[in-house]
């Protein structure tokens, strides 16, 4: 489960953007998850508030995800197609040679905050 550690990442991040901007405390952060990405977003919910303990800036900040679909485009058609809800396979022509467009990133999106 490595989703504990870029979790930890991300909220250092986003600490550190604050006290770098003087900001004292963040209503929320953004995460953008990819369906490919390997990460299960249950698991950010579920330890985003023992990451966040005894940080005085979450003080009651919210965790916000975009999950971002796992694109792909077949090498052989070109069609574009989800590849989790295909098992990886075109629906079209049944090829696994793909190009991955996307899904595959995990982002800190945006820090809120309130002036």
Known sequence: MHEISVLYKAVELAEQTAKDNGIEHLSYITLEVGE???????????????????????????????????????????????????????????SRYKKILGGQQFTLKEIGFEE
Do not use: T
């Open 36 to 94: 490919l990405s390997g990460y299960l977003p249950i698991f950010f919910e579920k330890y985003f508030p023992v990451v966040i303990e005894n940080r005085p800036v979450f003080e009651g900040c919210e965790l916000k995800m975009i999950r971002v679909r796992g694109e792909a485009l077949c090498r052989d058609c070109n069609a574009l197609y989800n590849v989790m809800q295909n098992e990886g396979v075109c629906p079209k022509c049944g």
